[in-house]
């Protein structure tokens, strides 16, 4: 499924025209719009580019089929050359892997569908909601738990914005508000402007959380006006990145949120656990260290949640409580996210700790 859903005032969408390589230094030329509809769409360009090209593989052409690939041209410049086993290329290839049927791996793993409350409203938790903006995301990571949401039933017109907004009004006991996708920094500023300026103006909302992973793979994307926005509504504003290794956290990146740390806007992160990318506790360890000199504290460790065409992906419960004791010896406690699971119906997600015995055990949930 290509899940690119172009909406208005969206960037233009990508052009399936032969790449011409590019240096690093030119890989931050244009807009981020600019940018974002110039992101590798095809396998053999991104593997030109990494001088891979003999690693090209006919079942890569049905893995990119069922789950279209998408990188950023800035994203692929901090990738190693040359090297087909980069964690950073393994979050982004296609792989025929994907393609197996194995059991206990579905295609809405969280059951999202189930916690949908109409207008692109999911409700989980109590107190907090979760919006999806759109399906556009600057990356498509293989490992995605949303890789078959079906994105095109939940386009948002200027009538399900009001009746979202309504039904936001009505649910008093909501007092944060989730943006998501999809990633919601692929909205455009007045777009993202108009939204949270109705949503200021609900009186009990509190908190307005916003989960990207687009300035990581397109530092521009945290511009001036966008910077404006975010420090300017009266909803207590986070930010939650998504990043898994120590080698996304690029200059660019940090100076970027610069800013933001500035304003006072707090930074969170959240991984995901992944075979291949970061399942080392010199990876785990480097990549707290790495967060937290950029202003941005380790929040979760996420197991993976089983989305068909990821299994390839999967730490087992066992090896993820071993790396988690590891990890425990070799970080401060602040540094330390909290290895979670999400178990579709918890009211909570669910901490997943080493026990005494060496078996990893189910502990209280964490919000
Ligand atoms: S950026 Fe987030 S939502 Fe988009 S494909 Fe990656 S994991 Fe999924």
């Known amino acids: 499924m290509y899940r690119w859903s172009r909406q208005a005032n969206d960037p233009a969408p990508v052009e399936k025209t032969p790449m011409i390589p590019l240096s690093a230094p030119s890989m931050k030329t244009g807009s981020w719009q600019q940018q974002l509809a110039g992101a590798f769409s095809r396998v053999g360009d991104l593997l030109n580019y990494l001088d891979l090209e003999d690693h090209l593989e006919p079942g890569m052409a049905a893995a990119d089929n069922s789950f279209s690939i998408r ?67 600057a990356i498509n990571c293989r490992y995605c738990f949303r890789r078959h949401f079906p994105y095109a039933d939940y386009q948002m017109t200027a009538s399900h914005w009001s009746a979202l907004l309504e039904q936001l009004r009505k649910d008093k006991t909501v007092r944060e508000v989730i943006l998501s996708g999809g990633d919601p920094l692929s909205l455009a500023n007045e777009r993202l402007h108009t939204l949270i300026q109705h949503l200021q103006d609900i009186p009990h909302l509190r908190r307005l959380r916003i989960h990207s992973r687009l300035p990581v ?96 992906f999967a730490v087992n419960d066992q090896e993820a409580a071993e790396l988690y ?43």
Not at 97 to 123: C, K, R, V, W, Y
Not at 219 to 238: F, K, N, Q, V, Y
């Open 325 to 367: 004791t590891l990890m425990q010896a070799s970080l401060p406690g602040y540094l330390l996210p909290r290895l979670v699971r999400e178990i579709p119906g918890a009211p909570s997600k669910t901490a997943l700790t080493p026990s005494q015995n060496g078996q990893p055990g189910i502990d209280a949930g964490f919000p």
């Open 71 to 137: 990188v950023t041209h800035f994203f692929a410049s901090l990738m190693e050359k040359g090297n087909i086993h980069d964690p950073l290329l393994r979050q982004v290839l296609p792989l025929s892997a994907e393609m197996e049927n194995i059991p206990g791996f579905s295609t809405d793993p969280l059951a999202d569908q189930a916690a949908h409350e109409g207008h692109g409203i999911l409700h989980k938790y109590h107190g907090r909601v979760l919006l999806i903006t759109t399906g556009a995301c």
């Open 217 to 312: 793979v397109l530092p521009d994307r945290l511009d001036e006006p966008l910077l404006d926005m975010l420090a300017g509504t009266r909803l207590s504003t986070s930010l939650v990145w998504h990043i898994n290794h120590p080698r996304e956290i690029s200059t660019e990146f940090t100076q970027a949120v610069l800013p933001l740390r500035h304003r006072g806007i707090p930074l969170l992160n959240q991984a995901v656990l992944l075979k291949g990318v970061n399942d080392r506790v010199s990876v785990q360890t480097e990549l707290s260290e790495t967060l937290f000199e950029s202003g941005i504290l380790p929040y979760y460790l996420h197991q993976l949640d089983p989305v068909q065409g990821a299994a390839h």
